[in-house]
């Protein structure tokens, strides 16, 4: 019997509004909190309440046989908690059922671990205690923000105490090996890691609704038929996704929600697999070797590395810009100033300001809430100058105190 993992990612970053040249030196509200509110409502209802109602049916008509993990964001739990308090508690729910595991990330869905070891590491404790806060839970397995992961990130992952920790499954690292097993941290062996199979788990994600794909459409029983053939070689077959695949991103229509109500059925018939938590399989699963991974890889776009995030001058001068106000910001004491400039830590930012073309454009363009990436890297370096400014008057109205003691 070979396990199958499901994993699902879910975030929503806080969108800035439109801040202009003029702006700066005179706003200090940076959120689109409209847009926001209105994004948030309209995915709840396109995937957040219907997905959670199919997932609770589904524990339910499979005797709790039907298992799956969830990483939340702390962005993401404080805009259900301010916009749409149902999808938390449906979450809530889902959780309470025992069927569920919740992964450990980082707060404000970052990528603080390039620029900031301590600033990463303080992001992951703020939101084990959003996690516990929230859902009473303590998460065992680590999953970094858009799965980026490489031997340095397991070895300080591992030093943090965590049982296991997901990445993508990819080509360049495993070679001639299968993603279809538990691994193991080369210099940490007690730390085991559960590997993408990205091309099933994108099959689902991103080919679904692709009528020109020469496999739509997508049923049931042709996905189980590959999970089997998957299971060849292998143990445990790892599909991890966003969970605005359903409903948002592969809308309704499409047959995504009806494909997902049939499979769980479909892939326990005749007892060929079972469902496993991210947890159980690090601890009942051997690890067939160890996973040499020395450069970053991520589940973004064709390369599945960093780049992007990273990879042209407005990306790089920009992770540059907020990282410099880091110690200033946290020299200030001021915990409002320190939650602004974390959100403007989140990828999305940097991800809006991406020049990859080719078959990923279409992808980024679908994310952007900007016409080009230039507009959202001209907008983030605006609120930048008026976070800098902030902070300079800040630190010149305490020099002046000073002064006069």
């Not at 993603?179 to 991103?206: G, M, Q």
């Not at 998957?230 to 445990?236: E, L």
């Not at 047959?255 to 479909?266: C, N, T």
């Amino acid at each position: 019997m070979v396990s199958v993992c499901f994993y699902f990612q879910v975030h929503q970053p806080d969108r800035l509004r439109d801040y202009r040249f003029f702006d700066i030196g005179r706003s200090p509200f940076y959120l689109d909190d409209r847009n926001n509110d209105l994004i948030f409502k309209k995915v709840a209802n396109k995937c957040y309440l219907p997905m959670t109602r199919l997932l609770k049916r589904l524990i339910k008509q499979t005797d709790g046989q039907f298992k799956f993990a969830f990483s939340f964001s702390g962005v993401f739990l404080e805009q259900a908690q301010r916009y749409a308090p149902q999808v938390l508690e449906a979450f809530q729910e889902l959780v309470a059922s025992g069927c569920v595991e919740i992964l450990s990330e980082t707060y404000y869905h970052s990528l603080s671990f390039l620029y900031s070891k301590e600033e990463w590491k303080e992001q992951i404790d703020l939101h084990k205690q959003k996690i516990w806060e929230v859902f009473g839970e303590k998460p065992k397995v680590f999953r970094n923000t858009e799965l980026i992961y490489s031997d340095w990130i397991g070895e300080e992952i591992s030093k943090l105490g965590y049982e296991g920790i997901l990445a993508e499954g990819s080509d360049d690292s495993l070679g001639w090996r299968s993603p279809n097993y538990v691994y193991a941290h080369p210099k940490n062996p007690e730390l085991k890691l559960l590997l993408k199979n990205y091309k099933l788990s994108d099959d689902i994600a991103f080919r679904f609704s692709n009528q020109s794909w020469g496999e739509w459409p997508l049923t049931t029983e042709k996905f189980a038929n590959w999970i089997d053939n998957a299971s060849v070689d292998g143990s445990c077959i790892n599909l991890f996704m966003d969970f605005e695949t359903f409903g948002e991103h592969q809308w309704d229509k499409s047959g995504i929600f009806e494909f997902m109500r049939y499979l769980p059925k479909e892939l326990l018939k005749e007892g060929k697999h079972n469902f496993i938590l991210p947890s159980e399989a690090i601890n009942e699963l051997p690890a067939v070797g160890s996973y040499e991974c020395p450069n970053y890889t991520s589940w973004a776009d064709e390369e599945r590395d960093i780049s992007a995030w990273n990879s042209n001058p407005m990306q790089k001068e920009a992770f540059e810009k907020i990282y410099s106000l880091e110690n200033q910001v946290k020299e200030t004491g001021d915990a409002n100033l320190l939650d602004i400039w974390r959100r403007l830590t989140t990828s999305d930012h940097f991800y809006y300001m991406c020049t990859k073309n080719y078959s990923d454009g279409d992808v980024h363009k679908y994310f952007s809430p900007y016409d080009s990436p230039y507009d959202g890297y001209i907008n983030f370096m605006n609120v930048f100058k008026d976070l800098e400014l902030r902070l300079a008057r800040s630190a010149n109205v305490v020099e002046r105190l000073n002064s006069l003691v």
